[in-house]
């Protein structure tokens, strides 16, 4: 069965230059895309070939996760084994179960959303809205776990991740000093370099505390969710730049895995796929950055 469909009724303008590709790009990441499919299909949702008429980019993050974590040998439980009438996380990692909820940012709208650069015109990369839409991916996958622990879906001691592509952020691809997904969970702000007053010799060099972010409205979006307790059911958080055209040579080494230390569920180190795995040792963020294999 392919993935897509023979007649299509979606509005999404991706979709639909695969479903019928013209260039050798487009019939390369309909390949890539069938692929994942292939591999991943049995731990995804039935209607997800529906679904992604409107919405591919999304769907293709849960193939890329899917396929990124059984590539890493771990294993993942089918969906046909799954107790599903009362819904759950887009994905579990067993044994010992992790809880796995995938969700693509989105540019949002209004005066905090991020746009789109302009041709010829020099601007700053909108670092501050970039973080705000992390934070929304964040809050909205937190009030889904806290509507699992509702329903009896899920229980305090369950690890749940969740894992943010942020592909369709404008201006993200690249990381910046500190990681996007690090600056929208732990307060650090832009490096500060330190210069000898006489010389002007660089010494060393430092991050600002940033606790907070301010929306255009005036409201504060914290940063520091990871030092509280108020995030305590987010085991980690995961984030990758990926679409059906960029991937990594390697999938799963394009992931950045960051350890929630107030986590009521926490995950050990070294427990899923990534490139770079950042923890907090009680003073400062660490980093252990691996080979990402970034590829085209």
């Known amino acids: 069965m392919t993935f897509f469909l023979i007649d299509h009724v ?12 013209e260039h050798a790009h487009e019939i390369e990441a309909r390949e890539r895309v069938e692929a994942l499919w292939l591999r991943a299909n049995q731990f995804l949702d039935a209607d997800i070939r529906e679904a992604a008429q409107n919405d591919l980019i999304g769907r293709y993050w849960e193939m890329y996760l899917a396929a990124a974590i059984l590539d890493a040998g771990l294993p993942l439980v089918p969906n046909k084994k799954r107790n599903l009438a009362k819904g759950g996380p887009d994905f579990v990692v067993a044994p010992p179960s992790i809880y796995v909820e995938a969700i693509a940012a989105r540019p949002g709208a209004g005066p905090d959303r991020v746009t789109e650069a302009e041709l010829g015109v020099v601007r700053s990369v909108p670092k501050a809205e970039i973080t705000l839409r992390l934070r929304a991916a964040i809050a909205e996958k937190h009030m889904k776990y806290q509507g699992y622990r509702k329903n009896g879906v899920l229980s305090s001691s369950d690890p749940y991740v969740v894992a943010i592509n942020g592909a369709r952020l404008p201006s993200s691809r690249g990381e910046p000093d500190v990681p996007w997904i690090i600056g929208a969970v732990f307060p650090i702000g832009n490096r500060v370099v330190h210069l000898d007053a006489n010389t002007f010799e660089i010494t060393g060099h430092s991050f600002e505390h940033e606790p907070t972010l301010i929306k255009q409205s005036g409201a504060e979006v ?12 987010i085991s980690a958080v995961m984030y990758c730049w990926v679409d059906q055209y960029n991937r990594a040579t390697q999938q799963g080494r394009d992931f950045i895995l960051v350890h929630n ?4 569920n926490p995950i050990e180190r070294g427990a899923l796929p990534c490139g770079v795995e950042a923890w907090f040792d009680g003073e400062n963020v660490k980093l252990d950055r691996r080979d990402r294999g970034a590829g085209a």
Do not use: M
Request: hydrophobic share 25%; no cysteine; charged share 20%.
């Open 222 to 233: 914290s940063k520091s969710i990871f030092l509280d307790k108020s995030h305590d059911g």
């Open 261 to 264: 230390p107030n986590a009521s």
């Open 10 to 21: 979606g509005a999404d303008v991706e979709y639909g230059n695969l479903h019928s590709p």
